[in-house]
Structure formats: structure tokens, C-alpha cells
């Protein structure tokens, strides 16, 4: 089994920063892809960035410029580094892996973190 362990959501002030972080443990054999999705109120869950095992990065338009995603490989752990926050930013944050467990190698699984609440203050 495989657990996504997220940690750094809180309250900020509008043009504030967080760092969020995303643990993989378990019986992980290959990482794909890490990213973060998001969730505001009331609104469908959208991808926010994601990284390849290539460290290929792809943002949704709406943080360009100010989130940046990277991964420690030797930790399976997948940052996000969110700067100049806006209150459009307020949402649930989820992180995503698509890896290859050691049980099925031969196929990609998707896994899910519990989210982690992130609140911007006006």
C-alpha cells in the first residue's frame, strides 16, 4: 500500500507565502508524475502544477509566475512553493502521484493525499 502525507496548508495574508509538502511512502517501486490539484469551495478539483520524473513541470495559467513545484526523488516527496497568494488561491490542496507499486509493477496507480487546507486572507 501507498500513502500521500501532505503538510504546510494554513492562513495567510493576501501576497503572503506557504510551502506545501507531499510524502510518498510504502511499497513505491517508480514515481511517474507528482503534482498538486486544488479545490475551492463549492468548484470542481483542478490541477494546480504537476512534475515528471523528468522534472518536466506543467502550471495551470492562473499561478504562473508565482508557484513553483520541484520533487526530492531520494525522499519521494513533491514541494510547492506559493508566493504573492491571492484569495482566488483559497482552496483544499491535494496531492496527486501516479507511480508504480512493487506489488504491480507493470501498471500506473493513481494515489491521492487527504488535502490540506489552504486560506487567503483579503
Known amino acids: 500500500q501507498v500513502q500521500l502525507v501532505e503538510s504546510g496548508g494554513g492562513l495567510v495574508q493576501a501576497g503572503g507565502s506557504l510551502r506545501l509538502s507531499c510524502a510518498a511512502s510504502g511499497s513505491i517501486g517508480s514515481i511517474n508524475a507528482m503534482g498538486w490539484y486544488r479545490q475551492p469551495p463549492g468548484r470542481q478539483r483542478e490541477l494546480v502544477a504537476r512534475?515528471?520524473?523528468?522534472?518536466?513541470?506543467d502550471y495551470t495559467n492562473s499561478v504562473k509566475g508565482r508557484f513553483t513545484i520541484s520533487r526530492d526523488n531520494a525522499k519521494n516527496t513533491v514541494y510547492l512553493q506559493m508566493n504573492s497568494l491571492k484569495p482566488e488561491d483559497t482552496a483544499v490542496y491535494y496531492c496527486?502521484?501516479?507511480?508504480?507499486?512493487?506489488?504491480?509493477?507493470?501498471?500506473?496507480?493513481?494515489?491521492w493525499g487527504q488535502g490540506t487546507q489552504v486560506t487567503v486572507s483579503s
Open positions: 512534475i515528471t520524473s523528468g522534472d518536466t513541470t
Open positions: 496527486n502521484a501516479v507511480l508504480r507499486t512493487k506489488v504491480t509493477w507493470w501498471r500506473d496507480t493513481e494515489y
